[in-house]
């Protein structure tokens, strides 16, 4: 797992990935563990919050915007009254302008289409650690 030191914070990487699609899940694990990320999968967003609510922690939580029973939209606005709050990526294989405007609007980081870009994946995570980051350093 890498962890930076910068002015006595550390950048932690832990990243919760939710899609039904098990190869998704696969490829967004090993997308994240290859840059140093520690992983934990849900099938749906009601297994997602069940993690959570167990006491984890995650600095990052990748979703896709479309499962049975709690969609990414549904978790994103649970994991908006949740503290410490996650850093949200959406992901969705039926991508509209529609559907990525209410994603950022109900507070996602980044709205990404499938199938990935591995660059694309790759950078988003890195920017959604250092936004996580920040937003911790601001409310200190």
Known sequence: MHETEDNEHTIRRRLLVVD???????????IAG?????????NDGVEAINIIK???IFDVVIADIRMP??????????LGSFSPHPVIILVTGYGSVEIAR???LCGAFEYL?????IRLVEKTLEAAVYHKKLLDEYQE
């Open 20 to 30: 039904d699609d098990t190869m998704v899940r696969q490829l967004v694990s090993a």
């Open 34 to 42: 290859d840059i140093g990320f520690e992983i934990r999968e849900a």
């Open 54 to 56: 167990s006491g984890n």
């Open 69 to 78: 029973g709690l969609g990414g939209l549904e978790l994103l606005k649970f």
């Open 102 to 104: 209410e994603a950022m």
């Open 113 to 117: 289409t499938k199938p990935f870009d």
